[in-house]
């Protein structure tokens, strides 16, 4: 389960890497639950076209966390928010908060420098920022969803997609012993417009894990890390 990642922080890598105009403020670069983000779904007027001759994107900024249309209240849609920052792949289709999402084409891609993970292997928890090996921005396969209250308020939210991870190289080094080993589902620059415009029998062929070579990862520094032994202040 992904629950923090890092923004992007240059301005200029929105339109490089995924053909949208950059937000008036980059925001925060931690990126937790219920804070606000952002995700890339086609133009309005790119997906009502039957067959949209040069598909065009649009950036919209969105709470991190699924609030399904059907929730009562805004207050309701956030508490539920944390435990739906996340769907998995294989059940997106049917599971009760993320079904209509999926079923009426509510693709997008979140745009990220990096996620983080926890490495175990030490018998404590080290956090650790996994990223591309080219040091490019990841674009992550996600859901988005729209709530709208009885006052007309209008809530937008996202989840990314994950896929099992535990016969990654990678990945299945991570995650707390004994979970289930998941990874976010990063999308290849090419398939950025197919994945936002297949229909919803064809979205399930985009959920595959990325490369494990294609992924580099490095433990956290910490302001503790930084203090020499001995060291009193």
Request: proline share 9%; net charge positive.
């Amino acid at each position: 389960m992904t629950v923090h990642y890092e923004t992007l922080q240059q301005a200029a890598l929105y339109p490089e890497a995924f053909g949208v105009e950059p937000p008036a403020a980059l925001g925060e670069r931690h990126l937790w639950p219920r804070m606000p983000g952002w995700f890339v779904r086609s133009s309005p007027a790119a997906a009502d076209a039957p067959e949209p001759s040069a598909p065009t994107r649009t950036l919209v900024a969105a709470q991190w966390g699924l609030v399904p249309h059907w929730v009562k209240s805004a207050s309701d849609g956030r508490l539920r928010a944390p435990k739906l920052v996340n769907a998995k792949a294989e059940t997106a289709a049917t599971a009760t908060a993320f079904r209509d999402a999926w079923l009426q084409g509510q693709r997008c891609i979140v745009p990220m420098a990096a996620f983080f993970a926890d490495d175990w292997r030490s018998g404590k928890a080290v956090a650790t920022r996994i990223a591309r090996v080219d040091g490019k921005p990841m674009g992550v396969a996600g859901l988005w969803a729209q709530w709208t209250g009885p006052e007309g308020e209008v809530l937008l939210s996202y989840t990314l997609l994950t896929v099992a991870a535990s016969n990654h190289a990678l990945m299945q080094r991570y995650q707390s012993p004994g979970s289930e080993k998941r990874m976010p589902v990063v999308l290849g620059e090419g398939a950025y417009d197919a994945w936002l415009n297949a229909r919803p029998e064809k979205a399930s062929e985009f959920m595959r894990q990325y490369a494990p070579q294609w992924l580099t990862a490095n433990p956290v520094e910490t302001k503790a890390d930084k203090v020499p032994k001995g060291w009193l202040g």
